[in-house]
């Protein structure tokens, strides 16, 4: 690829994520090269946009879910929250879930580019996550229900969502 020649480490990897994503997209048919994109991706370190290392880790157990490998994506899911909780900064993003990537420039000399991403928000990756774990846990779910627990959060976070909306709308129309 073009962006890994050229050093550009943000647009390589969103493009493997992006490619992995539409594999995905194909459900446990596409898993195998979905997997493959994200091998890719493994080892290149974006410290300071977080936004993609997350998209990778739930690429990465929506992989391991469509497998039906419930140990595996349970693994996959306890160190994407961990992630999220370590209350790491998000740099180079907004809270409405856009963020920046840096892009090099095509010719020497030329000043830095960037490429403004409009994602998920932050309450939207932890509904994400709640609901990744909730549907990792189902095989276990008569033994802790685990599952519900997750998927319980998941929902509470939905409801505050659509209640702040209403609300908002509600004190806008009056």
């Known amino acids: 690829m073009i962006a890994s020649k050229r050093n550009d480490y943000h647009v390589f990897m969103l493009s493997c994520l992006l490619e992995a994503a539409i594999c995905l997209n194909s459900g446990a048919a596409g898993t195998r090269a979905a997997k493959k994109s994200l091998s890719r991706v493994e080892q290149i370190n974006v ?3 977080p936004q993609l290392q997350i998209f990778r880790q ?3 157990c929506t992989a391991s879910i469509l ?11 306890k160190a994407l929250h961990e ?3 370590r209350g790491t900064t998000w740099a180079n993003g907004a809270d409405n879930g ?6 090099q420039p095509g010719k ?3 000043e830095p580019e960037s490429l ?4 998920l928000s932050k309450v939207d990756i932890w509904i994400l996550g709640y609901y990744l774990g909730g549907v990792s846990r189902l095989h276990e779910s008569g033994q802790d229900s685990a599952a519900e627990k997750h998927l319980m959060q998941c929902l509470k976070s939905l409801e505050g969502i659509v209640h702040v909306k209403y609300m908002t709308r509600f004190v806008l129309i009056v």
């Open 116 to 119: 403004v991403i409009r994602w």
């Open 83 to 85: 992630f999220m909780e």
């Open 47 to 49: 410290n300071n946009t």
């Open 58 to 60: 739930v690429l990465d």
């Open 67 to 77: 497998e039906c490998s419930g140990p595996e994506s349970k693994e996959k899911v």
């Open 108 to 110: 020497q000399g030329r």
């Open 98 to 103: 856009d963020f920046v990537i840096p892009v």
